[in-house]
């Protein structure tokens, strides 16, 4: 490598041998991979087992419902993967930079992932560094490194010793590097590049995401445990009622088909259907309010989160510079203030602005210039026609900089400096008295979180320009403060967070003065002192876990400190969401329970860790989505405990009459219509059941909590019980007044059919709703259809007949109907008794300990 650059077939023989300068992260998945993805899930190849098992046993109506069900659901999954990796694919195409490279003397601009090693660089004002470079020449270069270090500042860069490039981590002192994916926000320079793809500091980072795999939510892994031990006893006694029913009458062919009914009364299909269905429809259901559900049992998992670790930069704040206050020897004024700027701080906002670039792409000078558009409109002080003649920028022995400009009716020439308070008090050359009451200033400025200016004036009437601008007589004009603004939700969604019972804490790589400010505007009671990084440090594991309890800020935080309070809080037995948007948040974001990146502006790596990603950068929409989840589990809940109460009585009609010598009263027909009710009644009408009205002021649920609980059971058992003993009733009353078999099992059914409809209403609401609930569509038209089906059953001579039924006299119809308010009255006191007591609305708390 020269001068010259690299020539061309030394770069196709480098990329050849390190490769594209990319991450394995970044590139999206095929759509064969996405249905290998889709088509290998545990739940859809449980559900393809049970339409096997239906098929062995010799139910070929019931296997194909539920198998092309299943190919339903796996075609909605499969396509709301599909959107969600196209939209994280346009996400990837903005982001992806191009560089300015010099290769055989050449300036050539290329596509970032041709970079290689030896490579020379070219970057101006707005560039995002496409590698990790060693910086042979800078002219005023400042980097903004949050998405690597956190830190909001961006960082004053210099040239290195031509002999010595070395490479040094983020935020170590790196003046003579920067890393890619990084923004170039003042100056220019060139770069030797050190690191491409992985062997970057961005890869590095990804690639320590390889070891945090994901794992089976707790729910999943019950529903699985539970499917497949009811499905082994459900078969188990179905062959001995077969062989019983066999040996008792010398039938076998009944006894067949009873063990048929009851093990397809038994196989609970519905369950992971059920979870199926519900998580994937609340990843649509998310998807319409913004937030992209990467991994889809995430959804559920976001109700029980209890604690929420936030970073501060570009997600409680807006990532960008506003100017807040500016203060003067005579005056003072807050932007946010409804009058106008006083007239003695025109001159302080004119030379601040004078003192910017007006191309600006570094975050204060935009600031500054927005502040200087709105502020100083119609006035003038305002001066679009000056000629820059020559800038002083800073320099290590100088943290300020200084233009010169040329204005067309004066010969005069105007100087305008800002920078650290410090280096202007320096230039101005004040005396002690003035320069202490000027750092007492500013530290109350910095207590509040902002970033502190000088600012200052010369003029100069000589043509020839000092070599330095401390040769310059400088008057001091004041300070102006800028601040990074929190996001206007942020307050009210953080309230709403801790009033549901998660706790928020702020980890950030900032100054302790900026993070505690931020906390407090933000709503963050901090009960103890914040912890910073170098504490952080210091602390062995034991230490740490006693610091959690009460600690809320975190400051001055490595990246890799990050992933050890994710863990610490988790093995406090926390479940855990983290949000983030740079690469330094990608380690955490992953090992979470729940990472939550930012969008717009995060990182490909954040988002590829994260499972989930906010479109809208907005922070108020991941309190839609703990909702989404709160609502999930409860309406999980909700459908499980129908599903209960719903095979109780037609297990127990389907061993009954076999015991007491009856006819059979249930038949696979009759489990294929009721099959109809209930797969649509669990998935559809419970999944779109709106969120009870206290669910987001009840404390997270239990770690330890359970779909299949002591409350869910006793729930579902004993409505079921009721429901069974109620239909046995009814099917003995008919026998005992000599009506046949048929029209008593007519009559029973109904009574059944109906009953369940009433028992999906019953449980649609736990709680004493403050309000009546709002209207669910999806039971209504369920529950027309149902009972325009049962008509047609019952009405219809074929479908009768298909059935074995016999129509029941008008009368016998009324007293079925009277049996079916029964039935709704006796649920309804199944409800209120096991409610006293136990939990509230919306809410799981005691699941995990009873």
């Not at 320590?208 to 699985?224: K, M, N, R, V």
Request: glycine content about 8%.
């Amino acid at each position: 490598m020269t001068e010259q650059g690299l020539s061309a077939i030394e770069a196709q023989q480098r990329l050849a041998q390190d490769g594209p300068n990319e991450l394995p992260q970044s590139r999206p998945r095929s759509v064969l991979r996405l249905l290998h993805e889709v088509v290998t899930e545990p739940m859809f190849l449980l559900l393809v087992a049970c339409g096997g098992i239906y098929l062995l046993l010799g139910d070929r109506g019931e296997a194909l419902m539920l198998l092309g069900f299943v190919f339903v659901v796996m075609g909605i999954s499969f396509v709301q993967q599909r959107r969600t990796e196209r939209s994280l694919q346009a996400l990837r195409e903005l982001s992806s930079p191009r560089a300015l490279v010099l290769r055989d003397g050449q300036a050539l601009r290329i596509a970032g992932r041709e970079l290689v090693r030896g490579d020379i660089v070219l970057l101006a004002e707005g560039d995002r560094v496409p590698a990790d470079l060693y910086l042979l020449q800078a002219n005023n270069l400042s980097v903004d490194e949050s998405l690597l270090t956190g830190e909001s500042a961006p960082m004053l860069k210099h040239a290195g010793p031509a002999d010595r490039a070395v490479l040094l981590e983020p935020g170590a002192q790196g003046e003579s590097s920067v890393f890619s994916g990084t923004l170039v926000t003042q100056g220019t320079a060139q770069g030797l590049v050190m690191a491409t793809g992985e062997r970057s500091a961005l890869g590095r980072i990804g690639r320590s995401l390889a070891g945090l795999a994901p794992q089976a939510t707790p729910i999943q892994q019950e529903t699985d445990r539970i499917v497949k031990r009811v499905a082994v006893i459900g078969l188990t006694v179905a062959a001995g009622l077969a062989l019983a029913y066999w040996a008792r009458t010398g039938d076998w062919l009944h006894g067949l088909l009873a063990g048929l009914t009851l093990a397809m009364a038994i196989l609970p299909e519905e369950l992971p259907v059920v979870l199926t269905l519900f998580l994937g429809l609340g990843a649509w259901r998310l998807s319409r309010e913004g937030v992209l559900a990467r991994s889809v049992p995430a959804v559920e998992l976001l109700g029980a989160t209890s604690v929420l670790c936030v970073d501060k930069t570009g997600t409680l704040t807006a990532n960008r510079m506003e100017l807040r206050r500016l203060s003067s020897a005579d005056a003072e004024y807050d932007t946010k203030a409804t009058e106008p700027l006083q007239e003695a701080l025109h001159g302080l906002l004119e030379f601040a602005v004078l003192a910017s670039h007006r191309q600006a792409f570094d975050a204060m000078e935009m600031a500054i210039a927005s502040a200087g558009r709105r502020l100083l409109a119609d006035t003038e002080h305002l001066h679009g026609d000056w000629t820059l003649v020559d800038d002083y920028p800073l320099s290590r022995e100088m943290l300020a900089m200084s233009r010169v400009w040329q204005s067309p009716d004066q010969r005069e020439r105007v100087i305008a400096a800002k920078g650290a308070p410090e280096a202007i008090v320096d230039l101005c050359h004040l005396g002690s008295d003035q320069a202490g009451r000027i750092a007492a200033q500013v530290a109350t400025l910095a207590a509040d979180g902002l970033r502190v200016l000088g600012v200052a004036q010369a003029r100069f009437a000589a043509e020839v320009l000092p070599g330095n601008q401390h040769e310059f007589e400088f008057k001091f004009l004041g300070l102006i403060a800028l601040e990074d603004p929190l996001r206007p939700e942020v307050p009210q969604a953080i309230a709403e967070c801790q009033a549901a019972g998660i706790r928020v804490v702020m980890i950030t790589g900032d100054h302790p003065a900026t993070a505690l400010a931020i906390a407090a505007q933000a709503g963050l009671g901090n009960r103890a002192a914040p912890l910073s990084g170098p504490e952080l440090a210091a602390l062995d594991d034991a230490g740490l876990q006693s610091r959690l309890a009460d600690t809320t800020v975190f400051c001055r935080v490595q990246p890799e400190q990050k992933l050890r309070l994710v863990q610490a809080f988790r093995a406090r037995g926390d479940i855990v969401a983290m949000t983030g948007d740079g690469v330094n948040d990608a380690p955490a974001l992953k090992a979470a329970h729940i990472g939550v990146a930012m969008g717009a502006r995060g990182t490909d790596v954040a988002r590829e860790a994260a499972a989930l990603v906010l479109l809208k950068d907005d922070f108020g929409s991941l309190l839609t989505a703990v909702r989404y989840g709160r609502r999930v589990f409860a309406n999980l809940r909700k459908a499980i405990v129908f599903v209960i109460a719903a095979h109780v009585p037609i297990i127990g009609l389907s061993i009954l009459p076999v015991l007491l010598g009856w006819p059979l009263l249930l038949m696979p027909v009759h489990i294929l219509f009721l099959q109809l009710i209930i797969d649509p009644a669990c998935s559809v009408v419970f999944e779109a059941e709106a969120l009870e009205d206290q669910a987001m002021t009840a404390p997270p649920r239990s770690p330890l909590a359970r779909l299949f609980d002591r409350t869910v059971l006793l729930r579902g058992l004993w409505q079921g019980l009721g429901l069974l003993v109620l239909l046995m009733a009814v099917y003995a009353g008919m026998r005992q007044a000599g009506q046949s078999d048929a029209a008593a099992r007519a009559l029973s059914f109904m009574v059944l059919v109906l009953s369940n409809l009433t028992l999906i209403q019953a449980n649609r609401r736990w709680g004493r709703p403050r309000q009546a609930g709002p209207a669910n569509h999806q039971f209504v038209w369920i529950a027309l259809a149902t009972v325009l089906l049962l008509a047609a059953v019952l009405g219809v001579p074929g479908l009768s007949a298909l059935f074995a039924f016999e129509r029941p006299s008008p009368l016998l119809l009324l007293a079925g109907l009277g049996a079916v308010l029964l039935g709704l009255l006796w649920f309804e006191a199944v409800k209120w008794m096991l409610s006293r007591g136990t939990e509230t609305p919306g809410q799981a708390r005691m699941s995990g300990e009873a």
